[in-house]
């Protein structure tokens, strides 16, 4: 059995095809929804970022939920 995970590297700008990455999991950000639009699609994807720079930060200070 084989699952896949989307994910976005946030600020990195180069490319990884053929590359094998490591991800780190730090907190689950929300569960899979449908968007009927692509203006709802993107402004969640907004607030995903900056829910993730958020947990992101206090993972690197050392302040964990």
Not at 28 to 57: C, K, M
Request: include cysteine; charged fraction near 30%; aromatic fraction near 6%.
């Amino acid at each position: 059995s084989s699952f896949a995970i989307e994910t976005h590297l946030i600020d990195f700008e180069d490319e990884l095809v053929g590359c094998t990455v490591e991800l780190e999991f730090l907190e689950r950000l929300r569960d899979q929804e449908a968007f009927s639009s692509t203006n709802g699609l993107a402004e969640q994807i907004r607030l995903d970022i900056e829910n993730a720079r958020r947990i992101h930060a206090a993972t690197k200070s050392g302040v964990v939920k």
